[in-house]
């Protein structure tokens, strides 16, 4: 049995396993839903879809108000750094992603020397993503992205409904391309698929057959996770072998420092930070002109204050939190220990 097969089974049966303990949800009839309608529209026009299978996908695909709730609350909004940081840096996900990178030494060390992007890294990544395959998402992909492109939560969402409707393109040209059923693959609320959670348009940039088989599988297929993940982050600028952030002293704030404690990523020359009143706790090789970013980090006493370095920007790319990054900086370390 192929790839292809073994991930048409394991979508299956979890699509079955989920489905089952699902209630009715309003569907995207697009006889009833004109934003659906013309969207069809658009597909068969500009991209060639069928129209009729479409309408029938959207006539069964579900608005789901879990996903609409999910979004509204994430947890890198709702919870402070020390109540983050709880619920990734434990020692079963240190000890899985021990297991992860015995088990597939050999492939993360060809990513690392393909693509220059560490082994911890790339195991850190899918450590936090999915506990190494354990929680990949029991969401519909399809609910997920048409709850999101068609009934985004919060008032002010024209821009995020539109980020979503390109996914849910990107996701229908995927399943097509690939041959899939596209009812059946599952994923996170925010349609985020397979062992790196990449989004439709990820998997369409930085998804690479690593395994050699012929089939881009990163749903039950590691191997090819490890080098998709590794083939985002350098194109995304990692630099190899280079540190993620320094730990600092806070002697003033002003300026540019009122931003600290912000999901921000406006970076500044790092002597211009130094300059007002951050200052690295050890040494750094670095031209002062190099940008980075400032951030502090709420204890359950006091505050933790750091500098992220250009490979701590790079993680927030696949992410955009500076609490995400910063776990997965958390991680990697403990993995190289």
């Not at 020390?82 to 492939?107: D, L, P, S, V």
């Not at 989004?199 to 090819?224: K, L």
């Not at 009143?277 to 050890?282: A, D, F, N, S, V």
């Amino acid at each position: 049995m192929n790839s292809k097969s073994h991930l048409l089974i394991g979508v299956l049966v979890l699509f079955l396993v989920v489905m089952s303990g699902q209630v009715a949800a309003s569907v995207y009839d697009p006889s009833q839903r004109r934003d659906v309608e013309a969207f069809i529209d658009e597909l068969v026009t500009e991209r060639d879809f069928d129209r009729l299978l479409l309408e029938e996908l959207f006539s069964e695909a579900q608005q789901r108000q879990d996903v609409r709730d999910l979004m509204s609350r994430p947890a890198e909004r709702v919870l402070a750094w020390h109540e983050y940081r709880q619920i990734f840096i434990t020692n079963q996900r240190i000890a899985a992603g021990r297991e992860f990178m015995q088990k597939y030494a050999a492939t993360l060390n060809r990513a690392e020397e393909e693509y220059g992007v560490e082994a911890e890294v790339i195991a850190a990544i899918i450590g936090i993503e999915t506990f190494y395959g354990r929680n990949k998402g029991r969401h519909r992909v399809i609910d997920a992205l048409a709850t999101l492109s068609f009934d985004y939560p919060e008032a002010a969402s024209r821009d995020r409904s539109a980020f979503f409707r390109s996914q849910l393109v990107e996701f229908l040209n995927l399943t097509r391309q690939q041959g899939l059923n596209p009812r059946l693959p599952l994923g996170s609320y925010a349609g985020a698929m397979g062992y790196p959670q990449f989004i439709p348009t990820s998997y369409r940039d930085f998804a690479v057959d690593f395994s050699g088989d012929g089939f881009i599988d990163i749903w039950t297929n590691p191997v090819d996770a490890i080098g998709s993940v590794a083939n985002y982050f350098k194109a995304h600028g990692w630099q190899t072998g280079q540190r993620i952030l320094v730990e600092a002293n806070l002697e003033s704030q002003a300026g540019p420092l009122q931003d600290l404690r912000h999901n921000r990523f406006d970076r500044l020359p790092l002597e211009e930070v130094i300059q007002q009143g951050l200052l690295p706790r050890e040494p750094l090789d670095l031209d002062t002109a190099t940008q980075v970013l400032p951030m502090a980090f709420k204890l359950e006493e006091g505050e933790r204050f750091v500098i992220g370095l250009p490979n701590f920007y790079v993680i927030t790319r696949y992410n955009h939190s500076r609490m995400y990054a910063l776990a997965v900086y958390e991680l990697v370390d403990a993995l190289r220990q």
